[in-house]
């Protein structure tokens, strides 16, 4: 038997983050991790610390995104600080490029509406023409029209900000136990323990962090978590010198040098691999977008499934029937990593989610469906 | 460094390795042919301007890019040589002009 104050269930991002919260204020923590064999969205994400077009419609979603955003700065120099490994956060802004008149006046109307859902914490954005974003960003070309520019906008890398999380668990004394996939919770309020090969972890909270294993996880818990794949692609290119300053909704350049082109979306059940007319796709509006990229090398393309829920927001959510089970699962595992290390960890501790979470509650489930 | 295999056919092409002619048996790759020609790193890295030289030779490794009739960052152990190619080293990240 070992005891902890909380068994973590899942090592991705927002497994790691929420447990690494949890060490870091001197909490025993466990991260069972279910293995290779897992879908592992962390590993396949696009790295944006995004904010504009987040929440529409939701303005807690808007405040709990850019409150991360926000938040992201600190997180990522504290880790490098604890375990030496640089997150590569940026946040210089980021635009999203619209390629019609109607695209740009959609996306007008968006953002004034976030502005408006915003309330007194003042989203700050403009809506730039095809001069004003070439400004920005030289290597746009003629077909796009214009752009959404916030400063909040801005990207990391995944997997070094997976690596320092599980880095920096460690260091909090903190446990990772790989190849650790989950069948059974012993659960009662506030009393949970998990058997893996052997070994007994039981502890007094538990957070299910494992993505679209939460699904299953939740209902051994009394969580209903509706979460289902939503499979993205992308295409990844040669390393070449610094061409965009910032982030694209679509297209960004990371700190090495490469270019990543994603931001697609579709329902393709478990499978994880890209297809042809995706990749196509993709290729054909970012070369629209940025003609030099007409002679960049692809060097790989990749999918992989994110975690959505029926209606894209985050689920927070604590078991009424077993206190002490919380369950945290969204699909922006790198923008909110640093709200889930920094607040929802001890949200945990503290055995219950504050009001300003209460919109991400799995209630808004809890209605039938039309016939 | 490098030694040719006793059964290496007797033709030769000729290619220009780092603006320098020189003769490397048909088949032969890019990447060997700039082995044969120096013992030297063969390209910086993008990231921190490390030296480095073709490794795997057979397409995993991406040690051996280089620049093949003027397109930067091709893996030299995949591209076959061919009559008059030009390959130069690749210094750095590929520059992009906009």
């Known amino acids: 038997m070992a005891d902890f104050d909380a068994i973590v269930v899942g090592g991705g991002l927002v497994g790691t983050a ?39 419609g939701v303005p807690e979603y808007q405040r709990w995104t850019r409150r991360s955003s926000e938040d992201w700065g600190a997180f990522s120099a504290q880790l490098q600080k604890e375990t030496g490994i640089a997150s590569g956060h940026e946040r210089p802004g980021g635009v999203t490029l619209c390629l019609t008149e109607e695209e740009l006046d959609k996306r007008r109307r968006m953002m004034a509406q976030l502005h408006l859902e915003a309330g007194e914490t003042n989203f700050e954005y403009e809506i730039l023409d095809h001069a004003q974003t070439k400004k920005l960003i030289p290597a746009i070309g003629p077909q796009v029209v214009g752009a959404s ?29 790989p190849n650790a996939r989950v069948e059974h919770i012993n659960a009662a309020p506030n009393q949970f323990s998990i058997t893996i090969n052997g070994t007994t972890y039981a502890a007094p909270r538990l957070v299910l962090g494992a993505g679209l294993g939460n699904k299953a996880l939740g209902e051994k818990v009394g969580l209903n978590v509706p979460v289902r794949p939503v499979r993205g692609q992308i295409i990844v290119t040669e390393r070449v ?19 990543m082109i994603g931001e697609s979306r579709e329902d393709a059940g478990w499978i994880d691999t890209t297809t042809p007319e995706i990749v196509h796709t993709l290729a054909e509006r970012a070369v629209k977008t ?43 595992g790198v923008t909110l990593a640093a709200a889930h290390a920094l607040h929802y960890a001890q949200y945990v501790i503290d055995g219950a989610l504050p009001p300003e979470l209460a919109r991400f509650s799995t209630r808004r489930f809890d209605v039938q469906a039309a016939a | 460094m490098f030694k040719l295999l006793p059964d290496t056919p007797s033709e030769r092409v000729t290619v220009l390795v780092d603006d320098v002619t020189v003769q490397v048996p048909p088949g032969y790759t890019a990447a060997a042919a700039m082995l044969m020609n120096t013992d030297e ?25 280089m620049e093949i009739n003027g397109v930067p960052n091709q893996q030299g152990c995949l591209v076959i040589v061919s009559e008059g190619m030009r ?10 002009n906009v």
């Open chain 1, 18 to 56: 929420v447990a690494y919260g949890l060490a870091r204020r001197g909490r025993k923590a466990v991260v069972l991790d279910e293995g290779d064999i897992a879908h592992r969205a962390s590993r396949g994400n696009f790295g944006l610390v995004w904010v504009q077009s987040k929440g529409f």
């Open chain 1, 149 to 177: 520019y916030t400063r909040y906008d801005g990207a990391a890398n995944p997997l070094y900000t997976l690596r320092a999380l599980h880095a920096a668990l460690l260091q909090h004394g903190g446990r990772y136990v």
């Open chain 1, 241 to 259: 010198a610094p061409v965009l300053p910032m982030p694209t909704l679509m297209i960004r350049q990371t700190v090495e040098g490469t270019i």
């Open chain 1, 290 to 332: 940025f003609p030099f990229l007409r002679d960049v090398r692809i060097v790989r393309t990749w999918a992989a499934l994110r975690v959505m829920a029926p209606d894209g927001l985050p689920i927070y959510e604590q078991s009424r029937d077993f206190p002490g089970a919380f369950v945290c699962t969204c699909h922006s």
């Open chain 2, 41 to 65: 790193a063969t390209r910086t890295t993008a990231t921190s301007n490390q030296p480095r030289a073709p490794y795997c030779m057979m397409g995993v490794c991406f040690e051996c890019l």
């Open chain 2, 87 to 96: 390959i130069n080293r690749q210094q750095g990240k590929r520059e992009i």
